[in-house]
T-cell receptor, first 110, second 115 residues
Framework: QQPVQSPQAVILREGEDAVINCSSS?????VHWYRQKHGEAPVFLMI?????EQKGHEKISASFNEKKQQSSLYLTASQLSYSGTYFC???????????FGAGTILRVKS | DTGVSQNPRHKITKRGQNVTFRCDPI?????LYWYRQTLGQGPEFLTY????????KSRLLSDRFSAERPKGSFSTLEIQRTEQGDSAMYLC?????????????FGSGTRLTVV
């Protein structure tokens, strides 16, 4: 079953922050986050595992609430290069594949 | 390592024709996935290989779709008797389950248009 992402779209000015949420009805083992720019392939950002720590690098970080089967992606002090569509991919316990959400379109304006 | 390579980049075919796509994964990756993506949607799982074994196939996938990964290297996805509803971007991804970091590397995809 496809995870639910929110919001569907968000527009920011450079320097503003954003949070993208991902929620599943299934018991999850991991959550992946990807960014896809128009006409390009999705690019892996980070993975969060059950029992693992919050991940992050530079101004993009993420958390995973195992009890609620929810993950959030945090984008801090956004840059123009952050624009794109963000997808979460969820992996169930004993699963071997990712199921992707419908995506969140992020547009950063100068 | 040149990443995941997919060919062709674009394919236009007439309804009812057969098409075949190729994916060359990152050489050390033992897992290979095929996904389909339509405009405004996330990638939709089609099938998954571990080495040469096809371990899972989406129930949404009709018998017109078949995939192979001979010798655990490149993979092909064939669609027989194409329909207009098959028009989409077909993405291949590979990964290696090695510790805690097994993100997928996607290829640039093959865009199929059925006319």
């Amino acid at each position: 079953q496809q995870p639910v992402q929110s919001p569907q779209a968000v527009i920011l000015r450079e320097g503003e922050d954003a949070v993208i949420n991902c929620s599943s009805s299934k018991a999850l083992y991991s959550v992946h986050w990807y960014r896809q720019k128009h006409g390009e392939a999705p690019v892996f950002l980070m993975i969060l595992l059950k029992g693992g720590e919050q991940k992050g690098h530079e101004k993009i970080s993420a958390s995973f609430n195992e009890k609620k089967q929810q993950s959030s992606l945090y984008l801090t002090a956004s840059q123009l290069s952050y624009s794109g569509t963000y997808f979460c991919g969820t992996e169930e316990e004993y699963g071997n594949k990712l199921v992707f959400g419908a995506g969140t379109i992020l547009r950063v304006k100068s | 390592d040149t990443g995941v390579s997919q060919n062709p980049r674009h394919k236009i075919t007439k309804r009812g024709q057969n098409v075949t796509f190729r994916c060359d994964p990152i050489s050390e990756h033992n897992r290979l996935y095929w996904y389909r993506q339509t405009l405004g949607q996330g990638p939709e799982f089609l099938t998954y290989f571990q080495n040469e074994a096809q371990l899972e196939k989406s129930r949404l996938l009709s018998d017109r779709f078949s995939a192979e990964r001979p010798k655990g290297s490149f993979s092909t996805l064939e669609i027989q008797r194409t329909e207009q509803g098959d028009s989409a971007m077909y993405l291949c991804a590979s990964s290696i389950r090695n510790g805690d970091n097994y993100g997928y590397t996607f290829g640039s995809g093959t865009r199929l248009t059925v006319v």
